[in-house]
């Protein structure tokens, strides 16, 4: 085995790498449109084949969807989030806020053991940021801002794993989210467990910490009731 010849990777699958990298920072927004071939041509010096052959890599990922007559779009910023769209059914949203729970109470409480104070007070900030949108009855503000605040939360766990599985789920979660939001707004009052997870972690608790997410999960669960 020690002995075994790697071949030189195929160009293609350097573009594919390119081209995910650009699709995960952003830079090719989820429901934008991507360059048309010539300009991917050009960009990427190789030739249309090769951008082609990258091209269908990232649909069959679900990373990509052609549109007939009209380009190709980013369906997915996520490889684990186009896998998870294409199996789980659009209905099996109970079965998704399982898997967000599963992974946010376990960082919750990572969390409330290694966080500094400079992440809790960025994880505040987060939190005021969120409750500002929700006064201001902002529902695409405070859905964004929300979402802001439990990304970060999940990230001051210190494990890349989880927040990569994290990730993937959120996206997928997006049009769902907006649900729960738009009721959490009608109900008048913002989930109570938020301000108690960065008190727990503050604090240096996980249990309280894990308290607190079943608490603010609890609640999304009744408002997809």
Do not use: K
């Amino acid at each position: 085995m020690d002995n075994l010849i790697i071949p030189p990777r195929r160009t293609s699958e350097l573009v594919v790498d390119r081209m995910r990298d650009l699709i995960r920072s952003g830079e090719w927004a989820v429901g934008g449109r991507i360059p048309a071939e010539p300009e991917l041509v050009e960009q990427f010096g190789v030739g249309r084949n090769t951008i082609r052959e990258a091209v269908r890599a990232l649909e069959h990922a679900g990373m990509l969807v052609p549109r007939r007559g009209d380009g190709t779009y980013v369906r997915s910023r996520n490889l684990l989030a186009a896998a998870i769209e294409s199996c789980v059914p659009g209905s099996a949203h109970h079965d998704l806020l399982g898997a967000r729970r599963a992974i946010e109470v376990e960082a919750a409480a990572a969390a409330a053991e290694r966080a500094s104070a400079a992440e809790v007070a960025g994880l505040r900030d987060r939190l005021r940021a969120a409750e500002q949108a929700f006064a201001d009855a902002d529902v695409s503000a405070y859905a964004q801002e929300d979402m802001a605040f439990h990304i970060s939360l999940v990230a001051i766990s210190g494990n890349r794993l989880l927040l990569e599985l994290y990730d993937g789920i959120v996206e997928v979660m997006q049009r769902l989210h907006q649900h729960v939001v738009a009721a959490t707004l009608t109900d008048g009052v913002h989930p109570s467990g938020h301000v108690a997870v960065v008190d727990a972690i503050e604090a240096g608790d996980p249990g309280a910490a894990r308290a607190a997410v079943h608490s603010y999960l609890d609640e999304a669960l009744r408002g997809m009731s």
